[in-house]
């Protein structure tokens, strides 16, 4: 058994966990996909994010994803 990934703490060790970590790209449709899914206190996943990481970390992966979003806005400009 392996140890967890330890959990980011700033912008940019969140944007390397989530593209080069995970391998995820983050593109306007995933970023958007996932700020409707944070935003929304019914879905599942954000419920059980909420119950093991708390409002804290919560808040700032909404702030996290809302930055890329402006950046990926820019970066399209």
Sequence with gaps: MHA???????????CHCITVAC???LT?????TRLQ??????DYHT???LAHYG??????????FERAAREST???A
């Design 47 to 49: 419920q059980r994010l």
């Design 23 to 25: 391998g995820i790209a």
């Design 4 to 14: 967890p990934a330890p959990i980011p703490e700033d912008y940019t060790e969140w």
């Design 55 to 64: 409002q804290d970390h919560h808040r700032r992966l909404i702030a996290w």
């Design 28 to 32: 306007p449709r995933y970023i958007a």
């Design 74 to 76: 820019r970066q399209g």
């Design 37 to 42: 899914a944070l935003n929304d206190p019914r």
